[in-house]
């Protein structure tokens, strides 16, 4: 299983956990759950965009983490803020899922 890199100036314990779940069961076979994944909706369609880029080597897995905080963040600054405020596995979950 892959694992990343936590972000200590701005807090990504929650981004960690619940992205690195899909992207350990997008690595099992990334074509069939790059298929599933892009059903699920916007969020997941992108997401599945960043671990293509990470599975060829054009980011990290922390890159397309910080790639994916971004654009939550984005949309909702308050519930996926930077620094040491951090964010919840169940905002996560609501707005991707």
């Known amino acids: 299983p ?5 972000d ?11 992205l690195g779940i899909f992207a350990n069961i997008w690595l099992h076979n990334p074509d069939l759950w790059s298929e599933r994944f892009c059903t699920i909706g916007p969020y997941f ?3 599945t ?8 080597g054009q980011t990290t ?3 397309a983490r910080d790639s994916m905080r971004a654009r939550m963040h984005n949309a909702r600054p ?3 803020p ?7 596995i169940d905002r996560i979950a609501r707005l991707v899922l």
């Open 82 to 88: 930077y620094g040491q405020r951090g964010t919840t």
């Open 8 to 18: 200590a100036a701005d807090y990504s314990c929650g981004y960690d956990s619940t």
């Open 78 to 80: 308050n519930d996926f």
């Open 45 to 47: 369609l992108y997401w």
């Open 2 to 6: 892959i694992g990343m890199v936590w």
């Open 61 to 63: 897995i922390e890159g």
């Open 49 to 56: 965009l960043l671990l293509r880029q990470f599975g060829v």
